[in-house]
């Protein structure tokens, strides 16, 4: 059964977007490539602002069910997100993040485009601190966020040195944050030690 016109314009999109960014890639070469006549792609998308969105949408889902199973692949912890970045970034068309791209592309934050990077980072940073918080670490939600900050910085530099480097040094500094979570509250400054001479 040929894939309909819909789905084709969102494969072609998709990849042309990551491959070369969003404002590069124009409608007529998305006609081209995908076989879409222009009346179908103007029946189905009233503009390229609506593809971009779909797109984006479309790859947040699978997204974020691959970073799932990989997690689960690594042993389920919250470290394995790095793990799973490594894996990534070690992949020949890897391109960095399509939705940090997106945001560099539409900086304006009331895009709709924008918008929807905006709730991917969310979402990414929520099931982080659902890993966090199965790991009785304290405080999840302020360490999802400074996971997220190091899964971010190690796409962005895995994408400037081309190596899978960035995902191991993160995952050793977010190492030490969890063990620092991990350790027991401090005394109260107020509690006084037992003097060794008393019984």
């Given at each position: 059964?040929?894939?309909?016109a819909r789905e084709r314009l969102l494969r072609t999109a998709e ?185």
């Open positions: 059964m040929p894939v309909q990849d042309l977007f990551y491959a070369d960014g969003i404002r590069a890639v124009g409608v007529e070469r998305i006609l081209s490539e995908s076989g879409v006549g222009r009346a179908s792609f103007y029946r189905h998308f009233p503009a390229k602002d609506d593809l971009v969105v779909a797109v984006l949408e479309a790859r947040d889902v699978r997204w974020r069910s691959w970073l799932v199973e990989r997690v689960a692949a690594h042993g389920g912890g919250p470290l394995a997100v790095f793990d799973a970045l490594a894996e990534r970034f070690a992949t020949a068309d890897f391109r960095g993040c399509a939705f940090i791209n997106t945001m560099v592309e539409s900086a304006d934050p009331q895009s709709a485009a924008h918008a929807v990077a905006a709730r991917h980072k969310a979402a990414v940073r929520a099931y982080v601190r659902e890993l966090l918080t199965a790991d009785n670490v304290a405080e999840p939600d302020a360490l999802a966020g400074r996971f997220l900050l190091l899964m971010d910085g190690a796409i962005v530099t895995a994408l400037r040195e081309r190596t899978s480097d960035a995902a191991h040094q993160a995952r050793d500094v977010a190492e030490a944050l969890l063990a620092a979570a991990r350790r027991e509250p401090a005394q109260p400054s107020d509690a006084r030690p037992s003097s060794p001479t008393e019984p």
